[in-house]
Nanobody, 113 residues
Framework: QVQLVESGGDLVQAGGSLRLSCAAS?????MGWYRQAPGKQRELVAV???????NYADSVKGRFTISRDNAKNTVYLQMNSLKSEDTAVYYC??????????WGQGTQVTVSS
C-alpha cells in the first residue's frame, strides 16, 4: 500500500526553524515539497532532481534545505530563518516507477511575526 506521512509542522516565531519529514511506504520515492497558502495556488518549494541536484523556489533559496534518507525512504525539509510569508500547508509528493504522483495529507506551518 502506498502511503506518505508528513510531520513537523508547527507554530513558530519569525526567524525560527522547523524540520518537516515525509516518510513514504510502498513502491514510491519521495521527491519534494509544495506549499499552499490561503487564497493562493500550490507552489513548488523544493525538489530533488537527482543525487546532488536540487531545485528551490527563489523565495526559499539560502533558507531551506531538502534532503532524503534513501534507507528510510524519507524526505526532509529543513527550514531556517522562517518568515510570515512561509505560512502555508506543506505537502510532500512522491513518484512511482511509471511517473505517477502521490501526495501527502499536508502539514501546517504557521510563522508568527
Amino acid at each position: 500500500q502506498v502511503q506518505l506521512v508528513e510531520s513537523g509542522g508547527d507554530l513558530v516565531q519569525a526567524g525560527g526553524s522547523l524540520r518537516l519529514s515525509c516518510a513514504a511506504s510502498g513502491s514510491i520515492t519521495p521527491m519534494g515539497w509544495y506549499r499552499q497558502a490561503p487564497g493562493k495556488q500550490r507552489e513548488l518549494v523544493a525538489v530533488i532532481i537527482s543525487g546532488i541536484r536540487r531545485n528551490y523556489a527563489d523565495s526559499v533559496k539560502g533558507r531551506f534545505t531538502i534532503s532524503r534518507d534513501n534507507a528510510k525512504n524519507t524526505v526532509y525539509l529543513q527550514m531556517n530563518s522562517l518568515k510570515s510569508e512561509d505560512t502555508a500547508v506543506y505537502y510532500c509528493y512522491a513518484m512511482d516507477g511509471l511517473g505517477s504522483q502521490y501526495w501527502g495529507q499536508g502539514t501546517q506551518v504557521t510563522v508568527s511575526s
